[in-house]
């Protein structure tokens, strides 16, 4: 059985003993990309409350009554991995809407991993409270903030992704932003108005990447050629507005 997600039933899973456990969806034990600079494993928590289209774990969007995998199973395998891989990602779905994340970073930390965040910023709060334990986060920015309603599927859900990176550029912790790009979903003209109100937010570290067709179950990004776009002379304006710009392609 699953259940879909809003914003009103993440926070009262937080009262639920049975919501007190991580609820993972599955885990990557080894990876070299997903982390800069370091080795490491990624851990999947199921559910998202929000529905973008270009998801490319979009089965990991609903969250199950019951979880796949225990988290203590998943920490013993951790546990195995100390000394070959140096840290741990929690990524999504959200992780963030899980209630049960501070704790598991705070399992994680002790193994002696250094620990980071995949998020797409719609619980401010609760990212504001893991802060403090992660040595490195990444936060997906969808689009200028006044329009994440046309990707999200969620009204006010730029307010809280914007609450969510100025809390990230105040914490004195490691980030980077970045954006996916489809030319169904933002036009160069956007790409670029979203470049600039990160720059006045003082983002110094920014990666711009090309939708990508594995995973995504919506039919229409899928059937759109995206050949040229983002076209060289965008890349080329953001590479000169940020201190650390990256550009991944398809």
Aim: hydrophobic share 40%; with cysteine; aromatic share 8%.
């Amino acid at each position: 059985m699953s259940v879909s997600i809003s914003a009103s039933s993440a926070r009262n899973a937080a009262t639920d003993p049975a919501q007190r456990t991580l609820k993972v969806g599955g885990i990557t034990p080894f990876t070299s990309t997903d982390y800069p600079g370091k080795l490491a494993a990624v851990v999947f928590v199921q559910g998202c409350a929000w529905q973008c289209g270009y998801c490319h774990n979009p089965h990991l969007q609903l969250r199950l009554q019951k979880s796949p995998l225990q988290w203590s199973k998943v920490l013993g395998l951790l546990q195995k991995r100390v000394g070959l891989i140096d840290g741990v990602v929690f990524s999504g779905g959200e992780p963030t809407l899980d209630p049960a994340v501070g704790s598991a970073i705070r399992d994680v930390r002790k193994l002696g991993f250094s620990v980071g965040l995949h998020t797409g910023g719609s619980y401010p709060q609760r990212l504001a409270e893991l802060l403090p334990d992660l040595d490195w986060i990444a936060l997906d920015i969808k689009a200028p903030f006044s329009q994440y309603e046309k990707i999200t599927g969620v009204a006010d859900s730029g307010e809280q992704a914007r609450v969510c990176a100025e809390s990230i550029l105040a914490s004195a912790v490691p980030y980077e932003f970045r954006t996916t790009v489809h030319p169904s979903l933002l036009s160069e003209t956007e790409i670029l108005e979203l470049a600039q109100t990160l720059v006045a937010m003082g983002v110094k570290n920014y990666a711009l990447q090309s939708f990508r067709a594995q995973g995504c179950k919506t039919k229409a990004l899928k059937a759109t050629a995206i050949a040229g776009f983002p076209s060289e002379k965008l890349v080329q304006q953001l590479a000169e507005m940020f201190p650390n710009f990256s550009y991944r392609p398809a």
